[in-house]
T-cell receptor, first 110, second 116 residues
């Protein structure tokens, strides 16, 4: 089945720096790529998503880029803040369901 | 809008007993709901897709006789963990597909199950 590889598994940055998380996939038919933020013990929250007909999408400090040819998509967080600390999951829609990456634990140090 | 609730938020049960978890879409009708399991420091793993009025579709490796799913109405899906064992202890999260779209899903707050 479809697989999503997410890197890095942990990421530590200084407040104000940028953070980048990357996911790669194999199924070229995938057409929806959301990113979720999950705080400990809470539900995943959609922070941004992109569809296959778009190469980049931005929402304030968060941006996602998609390279369908290379089959990878990335989350970019600029001007990171301590409250950005959480686990981030990429996902894609394959076979009518969401398939999640392994997650990245982001720590933003003040 | 598009709020999904789960009940209970936490449950502790003894080994060998069954426990039921409810997932409700509060302000929309959800023909499709999804059940995930998440172990500590791991990703969300889809267990099954629940369709209103029909049998659930289980992912490979998920025992359908152990994890009973019932989607009896457009706003309620239930997951029953039967004959629970300590290894079933996990965070169970449901989600519902947003109305009018085939993409976005809204997640419930999750249920922490501890089997002693």
């Amino acid at each position: 089945g479809e697989n999503v590889e997410q890197h890095p598994s942990t990421l530590s940055v200084q407040e104000g720096d940028s953070a980048v998380i990357k996911c790669t996939y194999s199924d070229s038919a995938s057409n929806y790529f959301p990113w979720y933020k999950q705080e400990l013990g809470k539900r995943p929250q959609l922070i941004i998503d992109i569809r296959s007909n778009v190469g980049e999408k931005k929402d304030q400090r968060i941006a996602v880029t998609l390279n369908k040819t290379a089959k990878h998509f990335s989350l970019h967080i600029t001007e990171t803040q301590p409250e950005d600390s959480a686990v981030y999951f990429c996902a894609l829609r394959g076979g009518g369901k969401l398939i999640f990456g392994q997650g990245t634990e982001l720590s933003v140090k003040p | 809008g598009a709020v999904v609730s789960q009940h209970p938020s936490r449950v502790i049960c003894k080994s060998g007993t069954s426990v039921k978890i409810e997932c409700r879409s509060l302000d929309f009708q959800a023909t499709t709901m999804f059940w995930y399991r998440q172990f500590p420091k791991q990703s969300l793993m889809l267990m099954a897709t629940s369709n209103e009025g029909s049998k659930a579709t289980y992912e490979q490796g998920v025992e359908k006789d152990k994890f009973l799913i019932n989607h009896a109405s457009l706003t309620l899906s239930t997951l029953t963990v039967t004959s629970a064992h300590p290894e079933d202890s996990s965070f169970y999260i449901c989600s519902a597909r947003a109305p009018g779209t085939t993409y976005e899903q809204y997640f419930g707050p999750g249920t922490r199950l501890t089997v002693t």
